[in-house]
T-cell receptor
Framework: KAGVTQTPRYLIKTRGQQVTLSCSPI?????VSWYQQTPGQGLQFLFE???????NKGNFPGRFSGRQFSNSRSEMNVSTLELGDSALYLC????????????FGQGTRLTVV | DAKTTQPTSMDCAEGRAANLPCNHS???????VYWYRQIHSQGPQYIIH???NNETNEMASLIITEDRKSSTLILPHATLRDTAVYYC????????????FGSGTKLNVKP
């Protein structure tokens, strides 16, 4: 079956702009989470969605937001982009059962110039 | 919040077993041990996970000590394609999709 799909794979934006990234989870998976990966901070948890509701949130400013649709697809939005937002943004999906693994997409590489 | 300690890097000869240790001395009873790896600029790849018992799948074996304070990931016959950063993560059973990644171990498989 198809894996986690993230679009676009690469993106270049200018400071001050906003950006929307998309994640389609594995079919049947109901939980989607987002992570930011930078060389300096490593992989950091952004937020998690389940049944269109945000269930967990990491320590990121309000410029970072997300949502989940009824088909479990998720989007994350970053407003007023800063240079430091340049990162690989990863999405993971899971069945949302105790002790199950999460599967990651290939990520969206965002560069802010 | 990573709650795990791993060596920064390790070398392994191709064809030999790679044993990657992880310390998670503060693990609590409802936390699973997960292993993921990340090959440069790709998304993390699930390897294996366990709660108390040792686990084996087609990729690797996971050995968890009886007190659960540490574990070892074993790649039985390392290949050059196993060169990656390996992350050991502990995750409560109730936080289904929230992982705290530490710095991981960079495994260098050498010919």
């Amino acid at each position: 079956k198809a894996g986690v799909t993230q679009t676009p794979r690469y993106l270049i934006k200018t400071r001050g702009q906003q950006v929307t990234l998309s994640c389609s989870p594995i079919s049947g998976h109901r939980s989607v989470s987002w992570y930011q990966q930078t060389p300096g901070q490593g992989l950091q948890f952004l937020f998690e969605y389940f049944s269109e509701t945000q269930r967990n949130k990491g320590n990121f400013p309000g410029r970072f937001s997300g949502r989940q649709f009824s088909n479990s697809r998720s989007e994350m939005n970053v407003s007023t982009l800063e240079l430091g937002d340049s990162a690989l943004y990863l999405c993971a999906s899971s069945l949302d059962l105790d002790g199950t693994e999460a599967f990651f997409g290939q990520g969206t590489r965002l560069t802010v110039v | 919040d990573a709650k795990t300690t791993q060596p920064t890097s390790m070398d392994c000869a191709e064809g030999r077993a790679a044993n990657l240790p992880c310390n998670h001395s503060t693990i609590s009873g409802n936390e699973y041990v997960y292993w993921y790896r990340q090959i440069h600029s790709q998304g993390p790849q699930y390897i294996i996970h366990g709660l108390k018992n040792n686990e084996t799948n087609e990729m690797a074996s996971l050995i968890i000590t009886e007190d659960r304070k540490s574990s070892t990931l074993i790649l039985p016959h390392a290949t050059l394609r196993d060169t990656a950063v390996y992350y050991c993560i502990v995750r409560p059973s109730y936080n289904f999709n929230k992982f705290y990644f530490g710095s991981g171990t960079k495994l260098n498989v050498k010919p």
